[in-house]
């Protein structure tokens, strides 16, 4: 009776030993997934102003902000000022997959851009600029996203682009400038000369042409369009004339037959 009391207590003792690894094996794989899970999850929180982006530890619970190794991924994903913008909607959303992330902050970005790079304030278009070179590091975002980034683009690059005509009719007027101060003498007098004499002309008709572009030509958006060039209506082509057939010449009458025959000419 003992040697069975004893073996029952052992084997029951086995038992609930097995019971309880196979519970606490569980337990941990249900933390190792939980982990994983909360890993792969982003969340938005706004700090003084600024929303950041944080995501889950390698652990059950608990997040830390969002920084990736690559420096242009990590200046996307940087605490994102808005300028006073309200984004309680965005605060404690959380999200699966990195493209569900960037979908939405493309839109926060969105918001912050399109005002700024209609504007003609140079520091509000510098600002635009920010916003539109941290949207194009968002790989995740729909094509409707990317249509509405390539207009953003278009917008600002004509004010870029004036800009730029601008700088380069400053710059010709003051390299003209500089010539013309070392053509009165110093040593390089004879070669200003002949750079003045080169390229005087065209740098005249450039800084012109320059300056219509930049004052003229960049009219409002509001305003009229230029008229469009008339185009020249086609002439409708000449029909070649047939050539004309020589007209056939006129049979002589025969000679009569008593006549003497014409004498032949001799050499």
């Given at each position: 009776?003992?040697?069975d009391s004893f073996g029952n207590r052992a084997a029951g003792a086995l038992k609930r030993f097995f019971i309880t690894v196979v519970v606490l094996g569980l337990l941990g794989a249900v933390l190792v997934l939980l982990s994983q899970l909360n890993a792969r999850t982003f969340t938005f929180e706004v700090r003084n102003g600024q929303l950041w982006v944080l995501r889950g530890r390698n652990l059950p619970t608990g997040s830390e902000p969002y920084r990736p190794a690559d420096p242009a991924l990590a200046d996307a994903y940087a605490p994102l000022d808005l300028k006073g913008a309200p984004a309680t909607e965005l605060a404690g959303r959380k999200f699966g997959e990195r493209d569900e992330?960037?979908?939405?902050?493309?839109?926060v970005i969105a918001q912050l851009a399109k005002p700024r790079v209609a504007s003609d304030d140079p520091r509000a278009l510098e600002e635009g600029l920010y916003y539109l070179r941290r949207a194009e590091r968002l790989s995740g975002i729909s094509e409707e996203q990317?249509?509405?980034?390539?207009?953003?683009?278009?917008?600002v690059a004509f004010y870029q682009a004036r800009g730029k005509l601008e700088e380069a009719q400053k710059l010709v007027a003051e390299?003209?400038?500089?010539?013309?101060?070392?053509?009165?003498?110093?040593?390089?007098?004879?070669?200003?000369?002949?750079?003045?004499?080169?390229?005087e002309p065209s740098a005249v008709s450039l800084?012109?042409?320059?300056?219509?572009?930049?004052?003229?030509?960049s009219a409002p958006p509001d305003?009229?369009?230029?008229?469009?060039?008339e185009k020249a209506e086609p002439k409708p082509a000449q029909e070649p004339k047939p050539a004309q057939e020589?007209?056939?010449?006129?049979?002589?009458?025969?000679?009569?037959?008593?006549?003497?025959?014409?004498p032949e000419k001799k050499p």
């Amino acid at each position: 009776m003992e040697t069975d009391s004893f073996g029952n207590r052992a084997a029951g003792a086995l038992k609930r030993f097995f019971i309880t690894v196979v519970v606490l094996g569980l337990l941990g794989a249900v933390l190792v997934l939980l982990s994983q899970l909360n890993a792969r999850t982003f969340t938005f929180e706004v700090r003084n102003g600024q929303l950041w982006v944080l995501r889950g530890r390698n652990l059950p619970t608990g997040s830390e902000p969002y920084r990736p190794a690559d420096p242009a991924l990590a200046d996307a994903y940087a605490p994102l000022d808005l300028k006073g913008a309200p984004a309680t909607e965005l605060a404690g959303r959380k999200f699966g997959e990195r493209d569900e992330l960037d979908r939405a902050l493309f839109d926060v970005i969105a918001q912050l851009a399109k005002p700024r790079v209609a504007s003609d304030d140079p520091r509000a278009l510098e600002e635009g600029l920010y916003y539109l070179r941290r949207a194009e590091r968002l790989s995740g975002i729909s094509e409707e996203q990317r249509l509405a980034l390539k207009a953003m683009k278009a917008e600002v690059a004509f004010y870029q682009a004036r800009g730029k005509l601008e700088e380069a009719q400053k710059l010709v007027a003051e390299a003209m400038s500089q010539l013309r101060l070392a053509s009165q003498s110093g040593r390089h007098t004879r070669s200003a000369n002949l750079m003045i004499m080169a390229v005087e002309p065209s740098a005249v008709s450039l800084e012109e042409a320059l300056r219509k572009a930049v004052h003229a030509l960049s009219a409002p958006p509001d305003g009229p369009l230029p008229p469009a060039p008339e185009k020249a209506e086609p002439k409708p082509a000449q029909e070649p004339k047939p050539a004309q057939e020589p007209p056939p010449a006129e049979a002589q009458p025969p000679a009569p037959s008593g006549a003497a025959a014409p004498p032949e000419k001799k050499p």
